[in-house]
């Protein structure tokens, strides 16, 4: 099975029954054909969450980064395997997913932003909170490591809401360059911080 498949595979993403787009999605995932990324952002905007979840996670395994803004997007969802989903997938996007993942932590209203983003308005139940959004967001920039920390730092983004993720990715990595310039932007000493969110 290969790039002779992917056309079907396309088409199944519409299919009725929901198991059939699900498992369309995954196999278009692995085969990783640069075709099927626009049809699966589309799948992310399934109405079945496994749909959504498999299209995260094929969008992940392909790696194209026109995908970034919709898994960004996906970390609104109310159901946690799809915003789980979406976070795997950001950091197997890696580098192309840093300024915009930035963009959203630094937003005041990340879910406004994001809703007036989509092209139709989703139901208030899909919506997932702010404060969700930007742990969800944390999460990636921490799984990304060194890149995408570095460029927190120097963009001065470090703020109380979301400073353990930031603290605890530090700590983790530990490169002294990003330790200098965590506690110059922000006066703090990595250590204290480190006992105060009681990382070990």
């Not at 088409?11 to 640069?34: F, H, N, P």
């Not at 980064?65 to 197997?92: N, S």
């Not at 944390?138 to 120097?154: D, N, Y």
Request: glycine share 8%; net charge neutral.
């Amino acid at each position: 099975m290969g790039a002779v498949a992917v056309e079907p595979l396309i088409e199944a993403l519409r299919d009725q029954d929901a198991g059939v787009r699900r498992a369309a999605a995954e196999v278009l995932g692995r085969i990783g054909d640069a075709r099927t990324v626009e049809p699966l952002i589309q799948a992310l905007r399934d109405q079945d969450a496994g749909v959504r979840w498999a299209a995260a996670e094929a969008l992940g395994w392909i790696g194209d980064a026109r995908a970034v803004e919709p898994l960004i997007q996906a970390l609104r969802a109310r159901d946690e395997w799809v915003r789980r989903a979406a976070v795997e997938a950001l950091v197997r996007i890696g580098a192309a997913a840093v300024e915009p993942l930035i963009r959203a932590l630094n937003s005041d209203r990340p879910v406004r932003e994001l809703e007036r983003s989509l092209p139709s308005r989703p139901g208030p139940q899909a919506l997932n909170s702010d404060q969700s959004v930007r742990e969800a967001v944390v999460k990636a920039i921490e799984r990304i490591g060194s890149p995408a920390l570095r460029a927190l730092i120097g963009r001065r983004i470090v703020h109380p809401r979301y400073g353990r993720g930031v603290v605890k990715a530090i700590h983790r990595e530990h490169p002294p360059y990003l330790v200098v310039e965590f506690e110059n932007v922000t006066g703090e000493r990595i250590l204290d911080l480190r006992d105060d969110f009681l990382l070990e």
